[in-house]
């Protein structure tokens, strides 16, 4: 089993009104490098495979057509850039991987694969990148763009952005570094490959920016679930995220992505998807419904519908929360509005219910209990879906990320599902174990 830790560089990962709990320390966190050090170290500690940080780099303004809700109550709100923090986690770990969101719009190839591969460069090997389009129209206004390219055109525009990535990464190998001293010569040019591309959507003429890594490139991850969003990741990705709020959407959702690997010539045991969970771990299961209970009651609706009308990109605002909520078209998140909108059975869910799933953990299907319970559950979840890993959601940190590694990961390895060492000197080694 792989394991994975969500975190998003903001005030909470995705327990709505985190930051107003006790236990809570990631706000205060926000300013310390010890805080961020301590959380990847105790992850290494607990053989995770890696660390993965979501990002929203603007602030969602579709609910109620502005950003006041999503501000109000911190909900996806502030927006600091994971990109140092990464840097930060890396220095203070050896083995763990580390993936990192980076959207496609509002950068370019060079300036993508500048930054992601100096922290693989860095890191020797442990970065890895989650390829986002920009679901999110408040990217696009913060970027001055003002408009949004349609859902599946932005993978048109990721794909040749991809192109260019692969050409920068390839531009450059090994073999034509020198470094030397003798002949003062540092890089033989004759074997770099200079990008020169002119596309439909882009361009670029430079030579690769950053060394090659004796490691690669970056992993690279995906977390579409549209038929387009799947595509994207059949052409891409070595890791494939999903959210399915039940069993039976991870069990639809790997018949899906079964099909498409086959439809594009890939193996199906090549296919490598984590899930989402979220554990809530207590010595008794008493002790960890209440706590979810405690979590759960401080949310605001105000506060969930701003988050789920950004994902969605409708303003929920305008539906009555206790009607059935149909699938709608949309140029946001196609795959986490069906995801949500479809219940255990099958059938619809109100906006409420939606609404309830959000709170805590934006649909990820929650494990509730004592450490052997949750250890036992997630093993169920993983023989019954035939799923690679998973992407665990805190709901405070640290201790959601303590409470895991010390008292559910040492039933995990005692149980032979889960490493005691690391395995590869990299992310991916570690991964493809
Ligand atoms: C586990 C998971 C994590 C995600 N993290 C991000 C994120 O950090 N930033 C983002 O813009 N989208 C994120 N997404 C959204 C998707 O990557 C994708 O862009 C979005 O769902 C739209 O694609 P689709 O319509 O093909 O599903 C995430 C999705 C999943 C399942």
């Given at each position: 089993?792989?394991?994975?830790?969500?975190?998003?560089?903001?005030?909470?990962?995705?327990?709505?009104?985190?930051?107003?709990?006790?236990?809570?320390?990631?706000?205060?966190?926000?300013?310390?490098?010890?805080?961020?050090?301590?959380?990847?170290?105790?992850?290494?500690?607990?053989?995770?495979?890696?660390?993965?940080?979501?990002?929203?780099?603007?602030?969602?303004?579709?609910?109620?057509?502005?950003?006041?809700?999503?501000?109000?109550?911190?909900?996806?709100?502030?927006?600091?850039?994971?990109?140092?923090?990464?840097?930060?986690?890396?220095?203070?770990?050896?083995?763990?991987?580390?993936?990192?969101?980076?959207?496609?719009?509002?950068t370019t190839p060079y300036l993508a694969t500048r930054r992601?591969?100096?922290?693989?460069?860095?890191?020797?090997?442990?970065?890895?990148?989650?390829?986002?389009?920009?679901?999110?129209?408040?990217?696009?206004?913060?970027?001055?763009?003002?408009?949004?390219?349609?859902?599946?055109?932005?993978?048109?525009?990721?794909?040749?952005f991809?192109?260019i990535c692969?050409k920068l990464?390839?531009?450059?190998?090994?073999?034509?570094?020198?470094?030397?001293?003798?002949?003062?010569?540092?890089?033989?040019?004759?074997?770099?490959?200079?990008v020169?591309y002119?596309?439909?959507?882009l361009s670029c003429k430079a030579v690769a920016p950053v060394?090659?890594?004796?490691?690669?490139?970056?992993?690279?991850?995906?977390?579409?679930?549209?038929?387009?969003?799947?595509?994207?990741?059949?052409?891409?990705?070595?890791?494939?995220?999903?959210?399915?709020?039940?069993?039976?959407?991870?069990?639809?959702?790997?018949?899906?992505?079964?099909?498409?690997?086959?439809?594009?010539?890939?193996?199906?045991?090549?296919?490598?998807?984590?899930?989402?969970?979220?554990?809530?771990?207590?010595?008794?299961?008493?002790?960890?419904?209440?706590?979810?209970?405690?979590?759960?009651?401080?949310?605001?609706?105000?506060?969930?519908?701003?988050?789920?009308?950004?994902?969605?990109?409708?303003?929920?605002?305008?539906?009555?929360?206790?009607?059935?909520?149909?699938?709608?078209?949309?140029?946001?998140?196609?795959?986490?509005?069906?995801?949500?909108?479809?219940?255990?059975?099958?059938?619809?869910?109100?906006?409420?219910?939606?609404?309830?799933?959000?709170?805590?953990?934006?649909?990820?299907?929650?494990?509730?209990?004592?450490?052997?319970?949750?250890?036992?559950?997630?093993?169920?979840?993983?023989?019954?879906?035939?799923?690679?890993?998973?992407?665990?959601?805190?709901?405070?940190?640290?201790?959601?990320?303590?409470?895991?590694?010390?008292?559910?990961?040492?039933?995990?390895?005692?149980?032979?599902?889960?490493?005691?060492?690391?395995?590869?000197?990299?992310?991916?080694?570690?991964?493809?174990?």
């Amino acid at each position: 089993m792989h394991l994975m830790q969500m975190l998003i560089h903001t005030v909470s990962t995705h327990t709505l009104l985190g930051w107003a709990d006790l236990k809570e320390e990631q706000a205060e966190g926000l300013q310390d490098f010890a805080y961020w050090q301590n959380l990847a170290q105790t992850l290494e500690r607990g053989r995770f495979d890696g660390i993965f940080f979501a990002d929203s780099p603007a602030t969602h303004a579709v609910y109620q057509n502005s950003v006041n809700a999503s501000v109000q109550y911190g909900a996806s709100w502030p927006n600091h850039d994971p990109m140092p923090v990464v840097a930060v986690m890396a220095a203070a770990t050896k083995h763990i991987g580390i993936g990192v969101t980076l959207s496609t719009t509002g950068t370019t190839p060079y300036l993508a694969t500048r930054r992601l591969s100096t922290l693989n460069y860095l890191s020797r090997g442990r970065v890895a990148w989650n390829i986002v389009t920009g679901f999110s129209m408040a990217e696009h206004m913060a970027n001055g763009v003002g408009s949004q390219m349609p859902h599946d055109e932005r993978y048109d525009f990721a794909d040749e952005f991809m192109e260019i990535c692969y050409k920068l990464w390839d531009s450059v190998p090994p073999q034509a570094i020198l470094k030397n001293a003798a002949t003062g010569q540092f890089a033989d040019v004759s074997k770099i490959t200079p990008v020169d591309y002119k596309g439909r959507y882009l361009s670029c003429k430079a030579v690769a920016p950053v060394l090659p890594s004796p490691y690669g490139r970056p992993v690279l991850i995906q977390a579409g679930s549209s038929g387009r969003g799947m595509k994207f990741a059949m052409d891409h990705a070595e890791i494939i995220f999903a959210i399915q709020g039940h069993v039976a959407g991870m069990k639809k959702s790997m018949d899906q992505l079964r099909a498409a690997a086959a439809t594009h010539g890939k193996r199906a045991e090549d296919l490598r998807v984590l899930y989402g969970l979220q554990p809530i771990v207590r010595s008794t299961e008493a002790e960890a419904r209440a706590r979810m209970e405690e979590l759960k009651q401080r949310v605001p609706l105000d506060a969930i519908l701003a988050r789920l009308s950004g994902v969605f990109g409708v303003d929920l605002s305008q539906f009555d929360p206790d009607r059935p909520l149909a699938e709608m078209k949309t140029q946001a998140s196609q795959g986490l509005m069906s995801a949500t909108l479809t219940g255990a059975d099958g059938g619809s869910v109100t906006l409420r219910q939606a609404a309830a799933q959000w709170a805590l953990s934006v649909a990820i299907p929650q494990v509730i209990g004592t450490p052997e319970q949750v250890a036992d559950e997630i093993i169920r979840v993983w023989r019954e879906t035939g799923c690679y890993g998973f992407n665990l959601s805190p709901t405070t940190n640290p201790d959601s990320v303590t409470d895991f590694v010390d008292h559910v990961v040492p039933i995990l390895q005692r149980r032979g599902v889960f490493r005691t060492e690391y395995e590869g000197r990299n992310f991916r080694e570690n991964l493809l174990a």
